[in-house]
């Protein structure tokens, strides 16, 4: 397509550059001779590698988002970050208490916050990021963990605080306290562990390993199959 | 925002849904799987393979793309380097960090082993973060190891190594045990018991998901769980060669700085290569799903160091890539789409195959319905797809479930004005995954004395085809074991004089098949998707 689709001016650091229509703002840098070292991971939109910052030339709002999700626009001046100095707590999970002091000591810095929401303006994930600090700082472990957790950790909402705060490593240890100490225990996961310890599958499995490859496909064939669909567990 | 004709076919895709709501296609045997597979699976391409002239796998047919890396010429010149003053010197040097890497990390550490890891992009960049489906554990009440066993063999069309796959069956549920002690959300019932959903190939619900984000979460847990031990780690510095030692022993590696450029070297007792996947290579031109720097750099290396591989000539191409939007052409659409009920639909609106079948069954029939019966839909790029009809989700299980279930998608798709929840979407197979790799034992060991292997680097778990949910599974099983093992390796091992000797005869037996000429410089680190076809020359500053 890259011959057909009309060229549009983009500003890459500031650089004048011609680029088809319709391409990510990476594929763009690509296109325009750069081969990525940094700044480049997943190029799905998971890993959070590619954080953009970009404004246009004649609208100097600054906006944000993944360079390998993001489309490029005429007249987009952008920068990518290669990397923030974002602080993270280090701590031992299985010495912390899951509850709002330890996260006020692990992260002081949180009841800094004066609302200014630039965090949540800032998020490529679309993540109501200030709002999840709102609960980190009352405690509320079980919102935080809800509330983030389709964040990618591309660290654009530590870049722009203006207070300093990690929005998302406080997140990550609310997350991570939730898995760890307050979501329910799942008992047939203890169970399954104990039976396999004590060899309850030992002679079945032994018996699948020598089986000869017809006999394997003849259990393989004839084996049940649960429906998919039937699943009440909402 | 779909063309109006394609706009126009999803009418068709609509009126369909209430007589495919009833409608069973039947799961196929044995034999027409085999048939289809010989049909239209991108491995049964004679032409797209090339058997090695060099190294211990000599003889071994493997797509051209990776034969010629593995026959590939030495990045260093062994004459310069002077492998026994080394930058490092630690006990445990794990190369690469997706979740193989840090699982093996944090083992090695805490059975007492000094650990480096060195890693090519930063932490955690790696094909696990895009895994979305799922991990894979029989822990269910009507669930057992030995059903997990057997759908895994079925899957692999029996060739998988037993003893790896036991493993991997029976360590599976305290896996996901370990990962949520480490602090992973799973999806779960209020109370407590797993919500697990069922997947292409598993004939009982088994994956264990975090939305549709399973490997995002747990590698970012991973990530922070070896950056709170303080584990000594070098982002962007890949490992370009191998140090051994006279003994034939591995006693290290040489990096590469990928900014400054500098080489690093690393003196080892014990290396765990956890380096990951292929898909960069593009095999047989197709698009892939895996990250910027899957381009077998593990396989590379350890095959120049001696370490036999297995199953080369067999990669995954997993059904569903995006073919619309141009932007993300290849990109993965989770399996976890078709596990919640969607369907592979034609031009005509109708079914062509059971759509939890193995993935090498899925892609070969949709390969078929596009190349053979004509019934796919191009895009206007060009490019063949058939319709995956995500709506169908929420018309079977309730409206909001592809909204809970599925947010990444929904997300991905609406930056596109494309509304999941209500329009099919678009797919065709692309490159996902390596199945075979180093072959290892069922403590990751290889046949070279202190070269440890996990992940998809590896091969002998899948067999011949991956299901669903195992790769994860895999990278904590077989990460953990090699850990403890190269820690335990390496407390015991009697080193000998580091040398690159090995580089030089490598050079001389290339030289000899008279490949040394006509192959690149290997490993490839990166991809090259730099455009450079305006003519200027680069100049070297």
Known sequence: ?234 | MYPAYLEENIHLVEDKRVRRLIEVIPRLGEDEKEALLRGYHPDYIKSSMRKLKVGINKGDATPVELADLLEGNSRIDPDKIDPSSPDYNVDVLVIGCGGAGASAALLAQENGARVLIATKLRLGDANTVGAQAGTQAADRPNDSPAQHYLDTMGGGHFENIPELVEVLVKDAPSAVKWLEKLGVNWDKAPDGSMHELSGGGTSIRRLHSARDYTGLEEMRVLRDELKNRKIDYIEFAPAIERILDDKGQIAGAILLNLETEELIVVRARAIIMTTGGIGRLHIQDFPTTNHYGATADGLVLAYRAGAKLIFIDTMQYHPTGAVFPLQILGQLVTEKVRTLGAQLVNANGEQFIMPLEPRDIVTSAIIRECRERHLGLKTPHGESGVWLDAPMIDVIRGAGTIARELPAMVRQYRRFDIDITREPILVYPTLHYQNGGIKIDTEGATNVPGLFAAGECTGGVHGRNRLIGNSTLELFVFGRRAGRAAARYAKDVKRGNPTLEHVRHWQKELKHAGLAGERPLSPKILPNYARTTRGHTKLEI
Not at chain 1, 5 to 14: E, F, K, S, T, V
Not at chain 1, 15 to 20: A, T
Not at chain 1, 193 to 203: L, N, T, V
């Open chain 1, 1 to 234: 397509m890259a011959e057909q689709a009309r060229l549009i001016d983009i500003y890459i650091m500031g650089r004048r550059c011609q680029v088809p229509e319709g391409l990510t703002i990476l594929t763009a840098l690509e296109y325009s001779g750069y081969r990525m070292v940094r700044g480049c991971g997943c190029r799905a939109g998971f890993c959070g590698a590619c954080a953009t910052i970009f404004n246009f030339l004649h609208d100097p709002q600054l906006r944000y988002d993944l360079a390998c999700q993001k489309t490029v626009e005429p007249d987009m001046c952008l920068v990518q970050i290669p990397y923030f100095p974002a602080r993270k707590a280090t701590y031992d999970l299985e010495k912390t208490k899951a509850d709002a002091e330890k996260i006020k000591t692990l992260y002081p810095d949180i009841v800094k916050c004066f609302g200014c929401n630039t965090c949540t303006k800032t998020c490529p994930q679309e993540l109501e990021v200030m709002w999840f600090m709102t609960d980190a700082l009352r405690g509320d472990i079980k919102a935080v963990a809800e509330k983030s957790f389709d964040c990618v950790m591309c660290g654009l909402c530590a870049a722009r605080c203006p207070q300093g705060l990690v929005p998302y490593n406080v997140a990550l240890l609310c997350r991570r306290l939730y898995g760890r100490y307050l979501s329910p225990n799942s008992a047939h996961l203890d169970q399954r562990i104990a039976e396999i310890e004590s060899g309850k599958f030992d002679a079945e499995i032994e018996e699948l390993k020598k089986a000869d490859k017809k006999t394997l496909r003849q259990k393989y064939t004839g084996r049940d199959i649960e429906p998919a669909h039937d699943q009440a567990w909402e």
